[in-house]
């Protein structure tokens, strides 16, 4: 199915009710989910990051998508191309807040993640993205913003990590696939690792990013991909048209889509 324009908000009552119970919820949760965090942060001496914090961390996940109303589907296929822990770079198409709900959710062994800088600043959420050790870029310099990739890429590569990020960059306005940035080729080539492509079905219908609420539906995660690690050849040319091939992969499978 193609995709289409973004749902146009609505104002109604009950779109006003599930604002107030969905904030609600998630502030309530959050507040006891990043304090919880930090005590067993503390007393495991950060050793639980890996471990009972990423359970923890699921749990959160799953019962802010519970509290949603939104059903999440993982494929087989997906499932068993994350279930061992393994350097390798995690893709996916950007369109939603849910992306911040199902990630954790299905949040995989040695799973990390690349986030924005500003989101180091959102009380609570900020503290418990630093507490589980994810890597804040400064988008707007670009030469900050590299030297933050490569130590992630380090961290990959020597601690054997799933780094997830986006390509666009950015959450898509309108539902459409943006252009890609080149952070996660870069990312492949500095670790030596492989990129795991998942392309996200049903967000931006879901949770549309201009709207401030989240309707009950099904939002679907498969694997669209697996990129051999761009190290045998780092040359610009290389790395932009691993972009381009990547993207051209993704926009098939969201036509596809029906």
């Known amino acids: 199915m193609a995709q289409t324009e973004a749902t146009p908000r ?28 930090l005590i067993v942060m503390t007393l495991s001496l950060g050793r639980a990051r890996y471990t009972l914090a990423r359970t923890m961390l699921r749990f959160w996940g799953r019962a802010n998508l519970y509290m949603l109303g939104c059903d999440m589907v993982v494929t087989p296929r997906l499932a068993a191309a994350l279930a061992t822990r393994e350097p390798r770079i995690v893709t996916f198409n950007h369109t939603s807040t849910l992306d911040m709900f199902f990630f954790p959710a299905m949040w ?73 940035r080149l952070g996660a080729f870069h990312a492949s080539v500095d670790a030596d690792a492989p990129i795991v492509a998942i392309v996200v079905y049903g967000t931006d219908k879901v949770w549309p990013r201009d709207w401030t609420y989240c309707r009950p539906g099904t939002v679907t995660l ?5 990129m051999p690690s761009g190290a045998s050849d780092p040359s610009s040319e290389a790395i932009h048209q691993r972009a381009d091939d990547l993207r051209a992969a993704y926009q098939a499978a969201l036509n596809d889509f029906g």
């Open 108 to 180: 995989s062994p040695g799973m990390t993640v690349v986030a924005k800088r500003e989101m180091a600043w959102l009380p609570l959420v900020g503290l418990g993205c630093w507490l589980m050790g994810f890597h804040f870029v400064n988008r707007t310099n670009p030469t900050t913003a590299r030297a933050s990739m490569k130590r992630a890429a380090e961290a990959v590569r020597h601690n054997k990590l799933s780094l997830l990020m986006s390509p666009e960059g950015t959450r898509s306005k309108t539902g459409h696939l943006q252009r890609f």
């Open 10 to 37: 609505q104002f109604t009552l009950w779109g006003v009710v599930l604002w107030i119970w969905q904030h609600l919820a998630f502030w309530v949760g959050t507040l006891l989910f990043v304090p919880s965090l």
């Open 222 to 226: 498969d694997l669209l991909t697996v």
